[in-house]
């Protein structure tokens, strides 16, 4: 795990190189570095959706996904996973309702159960902090399971993992299809300047490396 100072973690740069691997970083060594923002997604419309297809219980309150961005710059950093991931994670999971609660018990910004939160030692999964840095953990360790596959490890998420081959396919279960089609869609959104129409597939293995 990366330990770094708070006040390093105020930003987080960007270059894309010559094969199109994207670098990160909170400490750029060179002008090819270029600040990244996470970004910003219309959620007005879609909470209601949200709501009814995933079964959510909500708070009264009014969701500011800004709030988290330094949370998860922290939690991305020292789990070298891409922020913008993890916020895709999160605004498909709960919508940025910290307060979140499914039906079948997961709680919190990314939705952990009771039982994955005891082994992350997520002690109270309605903080953000400690919500985030467990699951943004919990994802990583799925990346290395399904060694950077990404649609895999979002099947795994949602499913469990238990239920998803090492080598695949993504189980023939409809809600975790869809789940795994909602976050990469909300991922390439969040990447703002990559056009959804030519995007290409994303491999987790290339495309993430921190310095």
Known sequence: MILLPVQAMADIYLYVDEQGVSHYTNTPTSSRYKPIKL???????????????????????????????????????NNMVDPLLIKAIIKAESDFNQYAVSTSGAKGLMQLMPGTARDLRVHNPFDPVQNINGGTRYFKNL????????????????????????????????????????????????????????????NVRKLVTVN
Request: glycine residues 6%; proline residues 7%.
């Open 39 to 77: 970004g910003r997604l219309n959620t007005s419309r879609n909470r209601t959706s949200l709501q009814k297809s995933q079964s959510r219980k909500y708070r009264p309150a009014k969701y500011n996904p800004a709030q988290y961005d330094h949370h998860i710059k922290r939690a991305a950093l």
């Open 143 to 202: 990346l290395n399971s399904y060694e950077g596959n990404l649609a895999l490890s979002l099947a795994a998420y949602n499913a469990g993992p238990g239920r998803v081959a090492k080598n695949g396919p993504i189980p023939r279960i409809p809600e975790t299809k869809k789940y795994v089609n909602r976050v990469i869609r909300y991922y390439r959104s969040y990447q703002q300047n990559v056009p959804l129409s030519k995007s290409r597939n994303i």
